[in-house]
C-alpha cells in the first residue's frame, strides 16, 4: 500500500522494531550492517569507491576541513507519499549508491533472468512471494511439442493467477482511470485527436481522457495525485512481479525445448485455450496479427502486426506470449501496445536469432504500465523504434529489454531505453556488440530550449513531485564501442526521489547529452553514470558529467582509459544548490574542458536565497591531465561554496 | 513528457521538469493564473501565457491574493511565479497581500508569507510582531527567522541564537546567516560556537557571518577556545589578516578564491 514515507535511517534505525514492512526491514538492516554482500562484478570492474579512490576522497575532504560524514548534509527535504526506502537514505549516506550500481552490474555479468528479477524485487523493496511447489505434468511422451505446450499452459496458468493477485484490488473503471491518468498526458491527447483514437482503441475511452485533462487544469491537484497514487498503491506489485517471472520462465523453457525441434507444421495453426489464443507457425516466412496468449514460430522471416506480444488487460486476458525460434523477424504496431508491451497485464517476447527490426508507434519491447513485460533478444543485429514508454521501461510495474548479442540500434522518442515512472522498473542491458543509443527527436522541449527534445532515457527515473518518488532505471551495456545520445534528461540521470543508471562495460565510448545527465541528480535525486574502460568521450552542455542540481546527488565514475569531458557550464563535479557530486576518474591521461571556468570543475554554489553552499569533488587518480580550468597535476585545488579538485598520481608518475 | 509522471496534466508536469497555457480561460483569476503557468507548448499557448502575465501584473494586488489562495499547493509554476513576481515587483504591489497571510489558517502560506515579506524591508515596521510570533511554530520558525534576519530585528537575536543550537540543519543555516544579516558584534560568540557544528552547511555559514564581522569576529576567535584550527585559520585567511597558502599548510593544497565568501 501506498502513503508509506521512510524517514532518514537515524531515525529509522532508532525506530521500534514492531510493525515494520519488508521495505523497512531491508533499510534497518542496511542502517545497523551495510548494504546486503552482492555478487562482485567482472574483472574490467573495480569497486567503484575502492580504498584508492576513498583515500582520494578524504584529501580532498580533508582539506576542505571537512570528513565523509559532512557529506550526509541535509538532502532529504521533501515529503512523498511514496518513495524508495533506499533512495531515501542514500539522498543522505550518498556512498552505498555507488554499491546498487555495483550490484547492478553484477547482475548484469550474471546474465541469469531469474538474477535480474530479483534485483526488481530487492530494490523495488518487494516482498517475496512464495511460490507453492508444484509438480508440472510434462506432457505427453510421444508429442515434443504437444509436451512443450502442455508445461507452457501449466506455467502461464500460474502467471494468470499472479496477475488476477496482483490487480484484485483494482476495480475496472479505476484501472482504466489509472492508465488513462498517465497516458494522456503522454500522448498530449488534449492537442492530439490521433492519439485520443489510439487509446480508445486501447480501452481508455475519450470520457475517461476527457476527466484526466480536465483534472490537469486544476491549480492544485493534490487531491487527484493522492487519490492516483492510493490507486497505484494498491496493485501488488509483488504479486504481478512474480507473474512476470512465471510467463518468462514459461516462454523460456518452451523455447529451450523446442529449440532443435524439427517436426512443425506445414500452415499456421491455431488452437484456443483458457487463457487465450495458441499460435504455432511455420518455418516459412509467417505473418500474424492480433491478440493471442502465445505465437510460438520456428523460424522464417516472420512478421508480427499490432497484437503478439502485448498484453492490454483493459480489452483481453493480459497476457501474450511470444517464442520466435530463428530468422529476421519484424515486429511492428501502430496502435498504443507493440510487441513485448503490457497495460494491466503481462508480456513476454523471446526471440532467438535473427537481425530483428522491433518498432511501435508507442509503447513496446520491454515496456509496462501496470504490467510485467520481458523482452529477450539472444542475437542478431537488431534495431528498435519506438514512441514512448519502451525499450526497458516501467510504471507501477516492471519493463526489461535484454538483448544478448549483435550491434544494435536502439531509438526512442521519450521514456525509453532504461525508463521508471513511479513505483516503476525499467531495465535495459546489452551484453555484447557495438551499439547505438539515440533517444529524443519527437517531443520539443519547448520554453526552456524550444530548439531541443525531451529525451528522459537511457537510466532515467522520475517521481511525481512533490507527492510520490520514482523508481529504478538501468541501462547496462556490458561490452563494446557503443554511442550514447540523448538531449534533455539522459544517461544516468533521475528526477524526484528516483534512481537512474548508466553503467558501460569495455569499449570506447561516446556519450552526448545537452541537459540533464552523464551521472546527474535533480531535485532530490540519485544519478550515476560509470563506465569502466576504453578512451571514452563525455559531451554536454549544462547539468552533466557527475553534476547535481536542488538536494540531489549525482556521481560519474569512470575507471580506465584516457577520457575527454567537454560541457558548458555545471559540469565535471559540479554541486548546484545544495547538491553533492562527484566525479571519479580512476586512470589515463584526461582531458576536461569547461567554457565557463566558474561553473565547472569540482565547485559548488551559494544556493540562490537558500543561502549556503554543496560540495562537489573531482577526483583524478592517474595520468597527466588537463583542466581548461588550469588545474594543476597532483595539486588539491580547493573551489568555492564549495569543491575540489583532486588529482593523483597514484604510483608517483610524472606527467 | 507527461507520462514519465503518473500525471496527465501536461502542463503540470512540465512545470516541474521546467519551471512551466491554451486561452479560453480568461476571465478569473484562476484562469488566468492557470493561462499564465501552464505548459506553453504552441504558439498560441505562449501568447496566452504573454497577455495572462500581464493581465496577472496589472491586477495586483488582487491577483496575489488570488495566487497565495493556491500557494500552499502542488504547483511548481505558480510558486515560481509569485516568487517572481515577490523578487522583481514594488513593494507597494506585494505587501499589504502578503501580510494578510501572515494569519493564514495554513501554516504553509504563512510560512511563505514571511518568507517572501522578508524580501521587502519596507514590510518590517508594520509586520515584525507578527512575524515574531510565527518563531512559535516549528513549520514558519525558519521562515521568520530569515525574515526578521533580513530586517534587522534585534529582538528576535534569542531565537536565532537558540534556533542555531537547537534547531533541525537547515534551521541552523537560516539562524547563521540571520544571525550574520543582523549585522550586530554580539551575535559573534553564538556564530564561534557553530564552528564545531556537525555539518560543514552549517559550519560555513557560520564562518562566513564571522567574516562579515571582522575585526570583532578576529578578536574573538583570538580568545575562543574549542574552535577548529583550521576553521580559525581559514575566517583569518578570508579577513585578510592571514595569506591562504599559511592557512593552508601543505603546499600541495591551493587555494582558487576564497575560503568561505561567495
Not at chain 1, 26 to 53: F, H, K, R, S, Y
Not at chain 1, 461 to 487: K, Q, S
Not at chain 1, 527 to 535: I, M, R
Request: hydrophobic fraction near 45%; glycine fraction near 12%.
Amino acid at each position: 500500500m501506498m502513503h508509506q514515507h521512510y524517514p532518514t535511517h537515524e531515525t529509522l534505525a532508532a525506530r521500534p522494531a514492531r510493525g515494520r514492512s519488508p521495505a523497512r526491514c531491508l533499510v534497518l538492516w542496511w542502517c545497523m550492517t551495510g548494504w546486503p554482500v552482492a555478487a562482485e562484478p567482472g574483472p574490467q570492474w573495480a569497486p567503484l569507491l575502492a580504498e584508492p579512490v576513498m583515500e582520494q576522497v578524504d584529501r580532498g575532504l580533508g582539506a576542505l576541513a571537512m570528513t565523509r560524514a559532512d557529506v550526509r548534509f541535509d538532502k532529504n527535504i521533501g515529503e512523498p507519499q511514496w518513495a524508495l526506502g533506499w533512495v531515501t537514505n542514500a539522498l543522505v549516506a550518498v556512498w552505498p549508491l555507488a554499491e546498487v550500481a555495483e550490484a547492478l552490474i553484477a547482475v548484469a555479468e550474471n546474465g541469469e533472468a531469474a538474477a535480474w528479477w530479483g534485483a526488481a524485487e530487492r530494490w523495488m523493496e518487494l516482498a517475496p512471494v512464495e511460490e507453492p511447489p508444484v509438480v508440472w505434468w510434462p506432457g505427453p511422451e510421444d508429442d515434443r511439442l504437444a509436451a512443450a505446450l502442455a508445461r507452457f499452459e501449466q506455467r502461464m496458468a500460474r502467471a494468470a493467477t499472479g496477475r488476477e493477485q496482483a490487480f484484485r484490488r483494482v476495480a475496472e473503471p479505476d484501472r482504466v482511470y489509472l492508465a488513462a491518468a498517465v497516458l494522456a498526458g503522454e500522448l498530449a491527447t488534449e492537442d492530439d485527436e490521433a492519439a485520443r483514437a489510439v487509446l480508445a482503441a486501447a480501452g481508455l475511452p475519450r470520457t475517461v481522457q476527457e476527466r484526466v485533462e480536465a483534472e490537469g487544469r486544476a491549480l492544485d491537484g493534490t487531491a487527484t495525485a493522492l487519490a492516483w497514487l492510493a490507486l497505484a498503491g494498491e496493485v501488488d506489485r509483488a504479486a504481478l512481479r512474480q507473474a512476470g517471472v512465471m510467463a518468462q520462465q514459461a516462454a523460456a523453457e518452451l523455447a529451450e525445448a523446442l529449440a532443435d525441434h524439427d517436426d512443425w507444421p506445414d500452415v499456421v495453426t491455431v488452437r484456443d485455450t483458457e487463457l487465450g489464443r495458441i499460435v504455432i507457425g511455420t518455418t516459412g516466412s509467417d505473418v500474424f496479427a492480433g491478440e493471442a496468449l502465445l505465437v510460438l514460430d520456428p523460424g522464417g522471416d516472420d512478421t508480427y502486426r499490432d497484437g503478439p506480444g502485448a498484453a492490454n488487460g483493459l480489452t483481453g486476458p493480459g497476457l501474450a506470449v511470444v517464442v520466435d525460434l530463428g530468422g529476421d523477424d519484424v515486429y511492428r504496431a501502430d496502435g498504443l501496445l507493440g510487441a513485448g508491451s503490457a497495460l494491466w497485464g503481462v508480456a513476454v517476447v523471446l526471440d532467438r536469432a535473427g537481425d530483428d527490426v522491433v518498432q511501435g508507434a508507442f509503447l513496446g519491447a520491454g515496456s509496462a504500465l501496470a504490467g510485467a513485460a520481458w523482452h529477450e533478444d539472444l542475437a542478431g543485429d537488431d534495431r528498435y523504434r519506438h514512441g514512448v514508454m519502451a525499450q526497458g521501461a516501467g510504471q507501477v510495474g516492471f519493463g526489461f529489454l535484454i538483448d544478448r548479442a549483435g550491434n544494435d540500434m536502439y531509438d526512442v522518442g521519450t521514456c525509453g531505453q532504461a525508463y521508471a515512472g513511479v513505483m516503476g522498473w525499467g531495465v535495459l542491458v546489452d551484453d555484447a556488440g557495438h551499439d547505438r543509443y539515440l533517444a529524443g527527436n519527437r517531443k520539443k522541449d519547448h520554453e526552456r530550449n524550444d530548439d531541443r527534445f525531451l529525451s528522459l532515457a537511457q537510466g532515467f527515473a522520475i517521481g511525481w513531485r512533490p507527492h510520490a518518488g520514482g523508481g529504478v532505471a538501468a541501462l547496462i551495456d556490458r561490452a563494446g564501442n557503443d554511442t550514447y545520445v540523448a538531449d534533455i534528461y539522459g544517461q544516468g540521470v533521475s528526477y524526484y526521489y528516483a534512481a537512474g543508471f548508466l553503467l558501460d562495460g569495455g569499449g570506447h565510448d561516446t556519450y552526448s547529452v545537452y541537459q540533464y545527465g552523464q551521472g546527474c541528480g535533480i531535485h532530490l535525486s540519485l544519478g550515476v553514470l560509470a563506465d569502466a574502460a576504453g578512451d571514452d568521450r563525455y559531451d554536454g552542455y549544462i547539468l552533466a558529467q557527475g553534476a547535481a542540481h536542488d538536494f540531489s546527488v549525482g556521481m560519474l565514475f569512470d575507471l580506465d582509459g584516457n577520457d575527454t569531458y567537454t560541457a558548458d557550464h555545471h559540469a565535471q563535479g559540479r554541486a548546484l544548490n545544495n547538491a553533492f557530486a562527484l566525479l571519479v576518474d580512476r586512470a589515463g591521461d584526461d582531458a576536461y574542458f569547461a567554457r565557463q571556468r566558474e561553473q565547472a570543475q569540482g565547485i559548488g554554489n551559494s544556493g540562490g536565497h537558500r543561502d549556503y553552499g554543496s560540495l562537489a569533488l573531482l577526483v583524478d587518480l592517474g595520468g597527466a591531465d588537463r583542466y581548461s580550468g588550469g588545474f594543476s597535476n597532483r595539486v588539491i585545488t580547493l573551489r568555492p561554496l564549495y569543491g575540489a579538485v583532486v588529482d593523483h598520481e597514484r604510483d608517483g608518475v610524472a606527467e | 513528457m507527461s507520462g514519465m509522471f503518473p500525471s496527465f496534466r501536461w502542463h503540470l508536469v512540465c512545470s516541474l521538469l521546467w519551471f512551466g497555457a491554451c486561452p479560453g480561460w480568461a476571465g478569473s483569476f484562476d484562469g488566468l493564473l492557470y493561462d499564465a503557468t501552464r505548459y506553453a507548448n504552441t504558439p498560441e499557448r505562449r501568447e496566452a501565457k504573454a497577455v495572462a502575465r500581464a493581465e496577472l501584473v496589472a491586477q495586483l494586488p488582487d491577483s496575489l491574493r488570488a495566487a497565495l489562495d493556491h500557494i500552499h499547493g502542488d504547483h511548481v509554476g505558480l510558486q515560481v511565479l509569485v516568487m517572481e513576481w515577490v523578487l522583481t515587483l514594488p513593494s507597494e504591489s506585494m505587501v499589504p497581500a502578503l501580510a494578510e497571510r501572515l494569519d493564514d489558517a495554513r501554516p504553509e502560506t504563512r510560512r511563505f508569507a514571511a518568507y517572501a515579506l522578508g524580501f521587502h524591508p519596507s514590510a518590517a515596521e508594520a509586520n515584525t510582531e507578527r512575524v515574531m510570533a510565527l518563531l512559535d511554530e516549528d513549520l514558519t520558525r525558519g521562515a521568520a527567522v530569515r525574515a526578521l534576519g533580513k530586517w534587522k530585528v534585534g529582538a528576535a537575536r534569542p531565537a536565532m541564537e537558540r534556533l542555531l543550537v537547537e534547531g533541525h540543519e537547515r534551521q541552523r543555516v537560516v539562524a547563521a546567516n540571520a544571525l550574520r544579516d543582523l549585522g550586530d558584534a554580539a551575535v559573534v560568540p553564538a556564530l564561534i560556537g557553530a564552528l564545531g557544528d556537525p555539518v560543514f552547511t552549517v559550519r560555513n555559514v557560520a564562518a562566513r557571518a564571522l567574516v562579515s564581522y571582522g575585526a570583532a569576529a578576529e578578536a574573538a576567535l583570538a580568545s575562543a577556545v574549542d574552535v577548529p584550527p583550521a576553521m580559525a585559520v581559514r575566517i583569518r585567511a578570508d579577513l585578510g589578516v592571514m595569506a591562504a597558502d599559511e592557512a593552508l599548510g601543505d603546499p600541495g593544497v591551493v587555494l582558487d578564491g576564497d575560503f568561505f565568501l561567495p
